[in-house]
């Protein structure tokens, strides 16, 4: 007899990974900096792609869409990605400029969220975007649609799980100038597994 779905993905494993060991208390202040430390860690593991992350839109309707992208650039400006104007997400973005980021790096139980408004780059760093692609990758973008956007970010949340079901979340918010974080474990562990 062949297997449900269902049954397929109850046998499947989750959260297979190894978390490295992470200490709450010396948590940086400023997320950028955590985020660049994660990613670090990630690519000296060799995770597959970790630049790759789920880029989430909200249309005009109010309906959300959500795809992958890859990451250009994380700076004190924000998170940036590259696409069309003309696409899906472009036209989103113009009409509701914010979006949420999500990054998944499986080998370390680790995922981060970034939420915020999103600005347009100015035209030069767009163009030069475009021109550091390969040829191929420019075929068929018409003159001034490529685009690079920043989601500027407000909340930014660090997850890692953990073998015994104590998965912790660390929480940034804006405040002003700098940031605040708080720890949200314990209460939360239903979010995963
Ligand atoms: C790993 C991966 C990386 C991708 N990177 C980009 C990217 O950087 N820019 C882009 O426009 N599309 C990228 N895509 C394609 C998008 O997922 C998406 O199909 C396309 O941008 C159209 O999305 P939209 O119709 O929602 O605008 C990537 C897809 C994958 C699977």
Redesign the pocket.
Known sequence: MTSSIRDLLRAVPALTGTAPSFDLRTAPDDPVALFLAWFDAALAAGVA?PH?MTLS?VDAEGHP?A????L?DVDRLGWA????RS????H?LAVHPVAALSFWWPAQVRAVRVRGPVVQASAAESAADLAARSAAAREGVAEGDWAVWRVVPEQIEFWQGSADRRHLRLAYERRGDGWSHAVRSGEHREDAG
């Open positions: 792609e790759a839109t869409d795809r992958t992208l890859i250009k990605f590259a696409s069309t696409s899906a997400k472009g989103q």
